[in-house]
């Protein structure tokens, strides 16, 4: 790599901003900008176990004086680094590229989308064996790997360059993984935060630094449980750590572990256990432990209970092998054998809770990334209105938003070709009525569930049942906020009001009820 200016910097590598995502961008300091001689839109080699190459942008001002480097998961995995690790960066002289050959990684793609393609990823900059996301107008993004350039070296994709798919090798060395089937990364998880810094804590450490725990003579923790609702992101989560700490990730389903024959379920636990050993470090994922784990005392089968038996006495020996993590998942923590919670087993137990409006719209901007807008799209509005939707749900919101504006341009669609033309797709754009069609088609999963968040709707906002209004303020909000004035009279307050109306009447002005006596 031929290098314009020689300085070099060591920073330490944090969280990108939300929406460099994909993006190949760098944040730097400006004063470390500086002393790397590099300006904004230039490009600097990122050199951990493996050098990539990253656009420059000024950091946000958090974390300036403080010598690090916001880069994203696709750039960490790159440079072979992860959070919290320092990188090496100097100033990269990238031209730009005539010819890029890229490899599809999760997406077959043809020749005739390669002017769409190129147009999602002008003025990246790459450099050959690199891996890069595109989003696409779905909320699902498309890996590539760069297999080619001319020139070699950095380069930085031009308007001009010429994007060449490359052919699958004959050898097949690298199966191509199923479509949508992309690596999940921190970025990728949003209204996790603390939840996510506790699993990192937990996880990453051991793996990662298992002598640590050797010489302080602690026992590194074993296995985490985490628990919650369906769809709101424990395989998620459990995947990014994997993907971040360069694990080998073994997924499993509860029920796919039982079998019929006599001894075939534990087998398949105790081989589960060796290949995650032997390929140590890695994290064995047990989703639904609650169909192979459930209480002993309350279940019948003697499949179940060898099962659990197998798991206990597995995990008890994984001491032997530091390497290997277990997380499990489950949507009923209470079903689960008390003995599997015990210290040195499941130990760490995480809540996965329902997203709050910051979190809904953390994860919507996660599933919109590829999405041309409108003027008029309020994410904001509509993190508001999605109260009770889990990840999964805002996952589908965006899917189905996607899908509402691409009904618009099908009567333009050639059935028979396949084809979308290029200018069919650039004129794409979700509108807020998009949105508002989607929400009437998904239904939040998690509304049954208990939920506390401050709503923002305000009486004022209610219009009419003045008296209603009155009633509810004098039962609800004044024993909240009058404490105090309640106790000094000796007024208990009411554990309950009840509002009950027919259908339609709650818009009439209810007629004049006697005041109600507290009790
Ligand atoms: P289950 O208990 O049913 O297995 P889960 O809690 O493991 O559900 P995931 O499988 O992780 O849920 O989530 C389903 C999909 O929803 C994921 O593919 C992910 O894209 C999306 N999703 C869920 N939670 C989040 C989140 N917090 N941020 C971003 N995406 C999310």
């Known amino acids: 790599m031929s ?69 994203d998961g696709v750039i960490r995995q790159n440079a072979g680094v992860s959070l919290n690790q320092s990188v090496e960066v100097r100033k990269a002289a990238a031209r730009p590229a005539e010819r890029v050959r890229l490899a599809p990684q999760n997406i077959s793609v043809r020749d005739t989308d390669l002017g769409y393609l190129g147009a999602l990823i002008d003025g990246l900059p790459v450099l050959t064996g690199d891996k890069i996301t595109v989003p696409l107008f779905g909320s699902r993004p498309a890996d590539f790997e760069v297999t080619a350039t001319a020139p070699t070296g950095p ?44 699993l990192r804590e937990i996880v990453e450490l051991p793996l990662r630094y298992p002598e640590v725990f050797e010489r302080l003579g602690i026992d590194a923790p074993k296995g985490v449980l985490l628990y919650g ?12 750590v994997a993907r971040e700490t360069n694990a080998k990730f073994y997924a499993v389903n509860g029920p796919e572990i039982i079998h019929k024959f006599y001894g075939e379920s534990e087998a398949h636990l105790r081989k589960l256990f060796d290949e995650a050993a032997r390929t140590a470090p890695s994290i064995i994922f047990l989703d639904e432990i609650d169909a192979i784990a459930p209480k002993r005392e309350t279940t019948v089968g003697d499949v179940e209970k060898r099962v659990v038996a197998q798991l206990l006495a597995l995990m008890d020996g994984l001491s032997k092998s530091k390497h290997v ?29 329902i997203p709050d409006q910051t979190g809904r719209r953390e994860i919507l901007d996660i599933h919109s990334r590829g999405m041309p807008f409108a003027p008029d799209v309020d994410l904001s509005a509509v993190a508001a209105g999605t109260h009770g939707f889990v990840g999964a749900d805002l996952e589908a919101l965006c899917r189905e938003a996607a899908m509402s504006c691409l009904r618009r341009i099908l009567p333009e669609f050639d059935f028979a070709t396949q084809h979308i033309p290029y200018n069919l797709l650039t004129r794409l754009e979700v509108e807020m009525a998009d949105f508002r069609a989607a929400m009437r088609e998904v239904e939040p999963s998690a509304i049954r569930e208990v939920l506390v968040e401050v709503p923002h709707v305000r009486l004022d906002r ?49 007629p004049r009820q006697p005041r109600p006596r507290w009790r």
Request: one cysteine or more; aromatic letters at 4%.
């Open 3 to 71: 290098d314009a200016n020689p300085a070099a910097l060591k920073l330490k590598v944090t969280e990108p901003y939300p929406k460099d995502v994909g993006r190949i961008l760098a944040r730097l300091d400006p004063a470390d900008m500086a002393a790397l001689g590099v300006g904004a839109g230039e490009i600097v080699a990122v050199i951990g176990k493996r050098t990539t190459v990253a656009k420059v942008m000024p950091a946000q001002k958090e974390y300036r004086g403080q010598a690090r480097v916001q880069i």
């Open 155 to 198: 380069v930085q994709i031009v308007a001009a360059t010429v994007v060449e798919l490359a052919r699958p090798s004959a050898s097949g060395d690298t199966p191509p993984k199923e479509p949508g089937d992309h690596p999940v990364s921190y970025e990728d998880i949003g209204g996790l935060r603390k939840e996510l810094a506790r």
């Open 229 to 240: 609702p369906p769809g709101c992101g424990k395989t998620a989560l459990a995947r990014a």
């Open 325 to 353: 993590m277990v997380i499990a998942a489950t949507n009923l923590p209470n079903n689960i054998d008390p003995a599997l919670r015990r210290p040195g087993r499941f130990d760490r137990e995480i809540s996965i809770g």
């Open 462 to 510: 209610v219009g009419g049942l003045g008296d209603v209004k009155q009633q509810l303020r004098e039962a609800v909000e004044w024993p909240l906020k009058y404490p105090e004035l309640f106790r000094k009279l000796g007024w208990s307050r009411r554990r309950g009001s009840c509002c009950a109306a027919r259908p339609g009447a709650a818009r009439r002005s209810s």
